[in-house]
Structure formats: C-alpha cells, structure tokens
C-alpha cells in the first residue's frame, strides 16, 4: 500500500477534504472542531474544495488521481483532540448516555463497522493522520489551543481570520474525567495508544477526581 492509496480508503475518505487549485488538504476527524474549521470557515473563505460527502464524484476523480510525488505539492493539515475527551463528545454528539462508555470502549472493534461515517468517529485520528508511523501533515490544530492554533493557520494559509464559532454547549455534560473508572481507562489506552504517542497526549492509568 503507497501513501496516495490512504485517500481513497472507503473509510478515510469520508474525513478528507481537499483544493487542487490551492493545494491543500484536510485530514478532519470528527469532535475536533473539524465542521466549524470546514464548513463555517475555510469553505466559505477558499473557492474549489472537494469532499466525498458533498461531492463523491469531485472527490473520487481528484483522490484516483493523486501520486505520493503530487502529494508534496500539498499543504496538509489536521485537526486533534485529548482521545478521552474525544470519545464523550462522540457520545455526547449522537445523543447516547455517557454510561455507554462502558459499552463503546468494551464493543469497539464491532460498532460502526457497517457505517464508514459514524466508525470515523471513534476511529483513532492517528490511522488518518500518520502512514506507517510517519507524520503526514504539516501543521496541527489542537482543540485545547483551539483559537491560537487556528489563528497560526490562518498565517500559514494566507487567509484573513475571523471568529471561529464552535458549538462548546455542555448542556449538563461533566468534566471526561468523571466517565472513566480504571478498567476504562485502561481500554482506552489501548485503542488510542497511538493517538497519545504520535499527538503528545498524556496517558494515565487513573484519574483522581
């Protein structure tokens, strides 16, 4: 499997947007702020970009077409999030009780498998962000450092920032910290393992709450 194969995985183009013209890509995985950087921003601000939800044929005849020389033309970036946060949000998202957390981590490998669109969600980020444990973007938005990450790629790709709007509405929703017990964290370090060591998250084996 070469590099450029990544983006047309059934499962991985669900996640990626792209512009030829302006020759960049967007590694997004979902609950990282990615719908708010895309659809609410950089959309709006860049004519051309193509993503297989909105425009499959767009996206396929661009992905089919991309070489791993053509793909060092591209500046790429990706958007991340602390796993264990990400996962509640997920949760959160798709409007299930956190006590399902229990069930997510414990029947990870079989959900979502008939869903390329909501697997992504719990996907690590780090099997889109990363081919054979090398980095394949240039520049990272972290959701901790949201607004400071997000002005520096404004800089980066030449266009004029403006707020970003993200829904961060808890509604109720405690701090992660108060979902996991130490046999979930465990789980979670283990599905996530990667996403932690190529994202510099802190890994723990308990929370003290």
Not at 25 to 35: F, G, H, K, Q
Not at 78 to 101: A, E
Not at 121 to 133: A, D, G, R, T
Not at 184 to 209: E, G, Q
Request: net charge positive; proline share 3%.
């Amino acid at each position: 499997m070469k590099l450029s194969d990544l983006y047309i995985n059934n499962k991985l183009r669900q996640v990626i947007v792209a512009n030829e013209d302006a020759k960049i890509i967007y590694l997004r995985p979902p609950r990282t702020a990615s719908t708010s950087i895309f659809r609410d921003f950089l959309e709006k601000k860049i004519v051309g970009f193509v993503d297989f939800k909105t425009n499959p044929n767009g996206y396929i005849k661009w992905s089919e077409s991309l070489t791993n020389e053509s793909l060092k033309e591209y500046f790429i970036f990706t958007s991340v999030r602390n796993p264990y946060d990400r996962t509640i949000s997920m949760l959160w998202n798709k409007k299930l009780p956190i006590k399902k957390l229990d069930f997510l981590l414990n029947n990870y490998d079989n959900i979502f498998l008939d869903n390329d669109r909501n697997r992504m969600h719990i996907e690590p980020f780090s099997v889109l962000n990363f081919f054979k444990s090398e980095k394949q973007f240039d520049f990272e938005i972290r959701f901790e450092s949201l607004e400071d990450d997000f002005k520096e790629l404004c800089k980066l790709i030449q266009i004029k920032k403006k707020p970003l709007r993200v829904n961060m509405a808890s509604n109720g929703r405690k701090h992660y910290i108060n979902y996991y017990d130490d046999k979930l964290i465990k789980i979670a370090n283990k599905i996530y393992f990667n996403d932690f060591k190529f994202h510099n998250y802190k890994m723990v084996n308990s929370f003290c709450i």
